[in-house]
C-alpha cells in the first residue's frame, strides 16, 4: 500500500474508491472498528484508505468488498473510464452528497416525500444556493416565498 510523500494530495481515483467505501460502510450502518476487524486491519488505516490517503492494494479491496457485500466495480462507478468523457449524470454530485456530513441522513429522508414536495424542495436548495450569486440583494426571499404578481 503506497501513500502520498509529504505535500502531495491523493490521486482523484484513491480519493473516489476511498468515499465509495466509507459510503457504502456508511450505507450498512456498520462502524469503521468493524470494518476494520473484518478486513484484518486497524480502525486508522481504514480511516486513511477512506480519506484517500493510503492506496488500498487490490487483496484488501476485495476483502472490503467481501466485508460490505458489494462487487469489486462498485468502488469505481462514477469514474470516468481512461480516455471517455464525463456524461454528467450526476454521480459525481450524489457521492459528493452521501460522503457529507449528514448527507446520507437527508437522502433517507427524501425517499418516502412525494414528489411533488421533493421537486419544492429542490427548488428551494436552488434559490439558497443561488442567494449568494444575487447581487441585488444579499439574501432575496426564495422563488416559493416572493409574492405572485
Known amino acids: 500500500m503506497t501513500q502520498p510523500g509529504r505535500g502531495q494530495t491523493p490521486h482523484p481515483v484513491d480519493l473516489?474508491?476511498?468515499?465509495?467505501?466509507?459510503?457504502?460502510?456508511k450505507l450498512l450502518r456498520m462502524s469503521l472498528e468493524n470494518l476494520a476487524g473484518d478486513i484484518g486491519v486497524a480502525y486508522q488505516q481504514l480511516q486513511k484508505y477512506e480519506l484517500g490517503h493510503n492506496r488500498i492494494s487490490a487483496s484488501t479491496l476485495y476483502r472490503i468488498a467481501e466485508a460490505l457485500q458489494t462487487p469489486i466495480d462498485y468502488f469505481y462507478d462514477g469514474l470516468p473510464s481512461p480516455g471517455v468523457r464525463p456524461d454528467g449524470d450526476g454521480r459525481d454530485a450524489l457521492d459528493q452528497l452521501l460522503t457529507l456530513?449528514?448527507?446520507?441522513?437527508?437522502?433517507r429522508g427524501l425517499i418516502p416525500l412525494p414528489d411533488r414536495v421533493r421537486r419544492r424542495l429542490a427548488a428551494l436548495l436552488e434559490d439558497i444556493a443561488g442567494a449568494g450569486t444575487d447581487e441585488s440583494s444579499p439574501h432575496p426571499p426564495p422563488r416559493s416565498l416572493r409574492a405572485v404578481n
Open 101 to 107: 456530513p449528514g448527507g446520507l441522513d437527508l437522502v
Open 16 to 25: 473516489h474508491v476511498g468515499r465509495r467505501v466509507r459510503g457504502r460502510r
